[in-house]
């Protein structure tokens, strides 16, 4: 597809050849050619938001154009492409994640809006594309293709089958379906998610894979199945494999996960690495305020021993030939004049200068035209939790005098497959199941918060919750409402927080809400801009420091004990999964 549609190509001709003045020419740059491989001075011409020529040193741009840039020496290269985002975690609307994202040389994002989707539906998806018209930054949208995740293990706020994708692939700036991640469901050929993929293929679409250490046999019918790439490789070897078999990986560094450093280890002993592309898959507001976007993805790759060149053709021609745009990811003739200006190659700071379609839309680090703004909300609260009736439905209850439990594992550990089965016996006092030592372990509970009336309540081991109570509505990928309690009070009084402010976090201790984060867009976003977010992020992980004495980043880990497609035990609304078979497992076993 291309970036720029309905060129005049009569226009950009007769601009090539100087007989009508272009645009735009930005002299004096060294300019990265991705497509050879090579830095050199030159100059560059744009008409109509393309490029119509690049000179050597020493040209001029005949006739003048219109407006005239000295680049005074810096590094002109294309703008970064990510290639998997969920702009929901960045806790701002499209049109914001926009303003804050293009200041640091990303100019085109491609988004997956499943969170959202999973909450409010279709209309939530209709919101998202509506916002990103909005963005100084090409936005493109996938079909979700996973709401939810895993329709019989857990409770979202909708379902998509082949008719609601099909639907969403006839609307304008929707270019595929969205990260295949019942990869299980592929492999074993599941009719619903046959369907699926077969929706994005008879719409010609890019379709996108999601496929955490899947090798061997498994990978070979997973890509046979439709998914042509995957952002969650987790193991040097599965990356070389992935590779070798033609799938397309993507490396990420985001907010809730980072791959760079195991890529570094898989990537050495591949020549060939047309095939890697970058992305940031979730990254949340004041991360993006102060470390960037695409660029500190592309940085770290440098700092992990990787070729600057490499790693900007990853972020750029790489990311641009993965989705099949034509006309982007390079500064030649007829592509799209996305373009940033740099000082340094090393990326750790905002661009010079950063064009759109050669509009100039960020300079010196700081966004050109309109200012980021609070934005416009769909209108609806999103938290219906009828189950939750008085402090006691989080509680564990049992006419035994004791009960052999389940002891689930938050630690990271946790997040592999064949995780073993930990069960302890508790005491029961007055009914209610009892942990002896808080220090030890503690409650959490996965509330539905779409209406059904679902939950589950376990006990934790690994979460380090040593004050109060922390609790989310941010909660992949159904985004129920998840709580991790030392008290039962503390819990409710949270639960009612929550629905309150329309969803988002909260932090409660003796009863009493310490802080809160409103996110009312769909209990996943607020409306405000960047610079006014980040700060009220900031406290809120204040806040959850000292629940948890600094010893982890509880909030990330709050965010990712729901999700049913990632191997390990999982926690649920239904109840306790094993993610690497989708099967239901006992939570209670007989003494």
């Known amino acids: ?181 019942d990869y299980i469901g592929v492999i074993n050929d599941d009719p619903r998610m046959h369907d699926i993929v077969a929706a994005g293929e008879e719409a010609d679409g890019f379709i996108q894979g999601h496929a955490p250490y899947v090798m061997g046999q498994d990978l070979c019918a997973y890509l046979c199945g439709g998914p042509v790439s995957d952002h969650e490789v987790r193991m040097a070897g599965e990356l070389v494999e992935k590779l070798r078999l033609g799938m397309h990986v993507n490396i990420k560094s985001s907010s809730l996960s980072d791959t760079v450093q195991e890529f570094m280890r898989g990537v050495q002993g591949v ?84 064009y759109v379609a050669g509009k100039l839309v960020a300079k010196d680090g700081q966004l050109v035209g309109e200012e980021a703004r609070e934005a416009a909300m769909p209108g609806v609260n999103t938290v219906n939790i009828p189950q939750i009736t008085g402090p006691e439905v989080f509680g564990l209850r049992s006419d035994k005098p004791q009960e052999k439990l389940l002891v689930f594992s938050a630690s990271r550990d946790s997040m592999k497959p064949g995780q073993e089965l930990v069960y302890k016996s508790f005491p029961v006092e007055n009914g209610r199941v009892v942990i002896p030592d808080l220090s030890e372990n503690q409650y959490i509970s996965v509330v539905n918060r779409h ?53 988002g976090m909260c932090f409660v201790e003796n009863g009493k809400v310490v802080y809160s984060l409103p996110l009312p867009v769909a209990g996943l976003m607020s409306p405000l801009p960047v610079d006014q977010l980040a700060p009220a992020i900031r406290k809120m992980d204040e806040a959850v420091e000292y629940a948890s004495d600094h010893r982890s980043p509880m909030l990330l880990a709050i965010a990712i004990l729901a999700l049913p497609v990632r191997p390990g035990i999982i926690i649920t609304d239904r109840g306790m999964v094993r993610g690497e078979t989708l099967q239901f497992i006992p939570q209670r076993i007989e003494e």
């Open 271 to 354: 020549p060939v690495r047309d095939q890697v592309s970058l992305c940031t898959d979730d990254v949340h507001a004041a991360d993006l305020l102060t470390t960037g976007h695409i660029s500190h993805v592309v940085n770290e790759c440098v700092k992990g021993g990787i070729d600057p060149m490499d790693a900007v053709r990853f972020g750029t021609c790489n990311a641009a030939r993965e989705l099949h745009f034509e006309d982007g990811g390079a500064i030649a003739p007829g592509y799209a004049a996305d373009m940033q200006l740099v000082s340094d190659l090393r990326f750790d700071k905002r661009p010079l200068a950063v």
């Open 451 to 503: 209406g059904s009336g679902d939950m589950t309540t376990v006990i934790c081991s690994d979460f380090y919750l040593m004050h109060g109570c922390v609790a989310s509505t941010i909660s992949h990928d159904s985004h129920n409402m998840t709580i991790a309690y030392r008290d039962i009070n503390d819990a409710y009084v949270a639960a009612k927080e929550l629905e309150r402010i329309g969803g």
């Open 1 to 181: 597809m291309k970036l720029i549609k309905n060129k005049d190509r009569s226009r950009l001709t007769r601009a090539a050849l100087g007989k009508i003045p272009c645009d735009l020419s930005i002299d004096n740059v060294q300019l990265v050619n991705v497509l050879t491989g090579e830095i050199y001075p030159a100059g560059v011409d744009i008409l109509d938001g393309v490029v119509v020529r690049v000179r050597m040193h020493g040209e001029s741009c005949q006739p003048a154009a219109r407006e005239s840039v000295d680049g005074q020496g810096n590094y002109l290269l294309p703008g970064f492409i990510d290639v998997h985002m969920h702009v929901e975690s960045t806790m701002m609307v499209p049109e914001n994640f926009g303003k804050a994202a293009v200041v640091w040389g990303t100019t085109t994002a491609v988004t997956d809006p499943h969170e959202i989707a999973n909450v409010m539906g279709i209309p939530g998806v209709e919101y998202m594309l509506d916002s990103a018209r909005r963005s100084p930054l090409r936005i493109f949208t996938l079909a979700p293709s996973c709401v939810p995740a895993v329709p019989h293990l857990e409770g979202a706020g909708a379902a998509f089958f082949k008719e609601e994708v099909a639907e969403l692939l006839r609307k304008d700036g929707v270019i595929g379906v969205a990260e295949v991640m």
